[in-house]
């Protein structure tokens, strides 16, 4: 069962439809972010769109028209524990950016890992009137957060959602006993700062989409992020695969070819071992692993003990 306001239910209850008073409509979608590293947005930032072509005034937000168009997320109602997952489509055109970031070019980046994805229903009386346009009341649709990205174009991107019901999938407990440390590098348990381990840079000649020569690289660099903070790719943060003197190997390709001079901001990785903790961060004491723990022993043979008996009684 759906609940709304009093207003809302009393508003349907004397509504009479006819051909020229249609029951006017809008979609609101709101999009709390789960991430903060990346385009400098914190986490929790909060997105909100309508399909509306006006904009809509709806829980203390006001939901953008005209600009980025979500559709899917269907209500749906059925008995069991069960995780609804769907598949919305998200459209953009190359010019709408955020945090200086093409908006589909910032999903493919990660903009929506870990994000909470909420659509209601909003009722108005009348598309006139002062902008943004107070709807009578809102029905809650769906709410559930970012499964993955499952593609991204030019102009659209598909994105699989999954109810809140998914959390009941968490291994419990959720710390586990093994030889690498749990902490993520720079977070609140590792405690390491990261601005001590950030260094500024600038792409050196030969570089490309997939390379970057600086000669301040090293294989402290490995598994860390690279951020730039000039030229085509102002804003875009990736990863460090591998790292060398002189040269930082990228995971994935930038969406442009750096130039020379494009300046960056490179920051150290971790492989999570007490040996990186110890010489890299000299980060020890926060290390959250078992380094010490036995190896798995497997036997392949039959069971015999010297001192088994025969005897019965």
């Known amino acids: 069962m759906k609940t709304s306001t009093t207003a809302l239910i009393s508003y349907l209850n004397g509504f009479r439809p006819t051909y020229d008073t249609p029951l006017l409509m809008a979609d609101c979608f709101t999009i709390t972010l789960g991430s903060g590293s990346l385009a400098g947005l914190a986490a929790g930032t909060v997105l909100t769109y309508t399909n509306l072509d006006i904009p809509v005034s709806l829980n203390g937000y006001v939901y953008a028209a005209n600009s980025v168009l979500v559709d899917g997320l269907k209500y749906r109602c059925s008995i069991g524990v069960n995780v609804d997952q769907q ?69 659209l991107a598909k994105v699989n959602v999954a109810s809140d019901l998914t959390l009941l999938a ?59 903070t000039g030229g085509a790719n102002t804003g875009i943060e990736v990863t460090i695969k591998a790292a060398s003197t002189g040269n930082l190997a990228l995971a994935y390709p930038l969406p442009n070819a750096p130039a020379v001079g494009d300046a960056f901001t490179a920051s150290y990785g971790c492989d999570h071992t007490t040996t990186t903790c110890t010489s890299r961060f000299s980060n ?30």
Not at 215 to 227: I, K, M, N, P
Request: charged share 10%.
């Open 87 to 155: 598949q919305i489509t998200v459209s953009a055109w190359p010019g709408m950016t955020i945090g200086g970031i093409p908006f589909l070019q910032a999903v493919q980046q990660g903009l929506l890992d870990g994000a909470e994805i909420q659509r209601d229903r909003a009722f108005l009386a009348s598309f006139a009137g002062n902008l943004p346009l107070v709807p009578v009341g809102a029905i809650l649709l769906f709410k559930g957060r970012v499964a993955d990205v499952a593609s991204v174009g030019r102009t």
């Open 170 to 228: 968490i291994d419990m407990p959720r710390r586990r006993f093994q030889p690498s440390c749990q902490h993520v590098l720079y977070d609140a348990g590792c405690g390491v700062a990261r601005s001590s381990y950030t260094f500024s840079g600038a792409v050196g000649a030969g570089s490309t989409p997939i390379s970057i020569n600086w000669s301040g690289a090293s294989s402290s660099f490995q598994q860390g992020a690279l951020t730039f």
């Open 284 to 313: 020890l004491n926060n290390f959250f692993g078992c380094p010490y723990m036995p190896p798995p022993e497997i036997i392949t043979g039959p069971l015999s003990w010297t001192g088994a008996s025969s005897a019965k009684g």
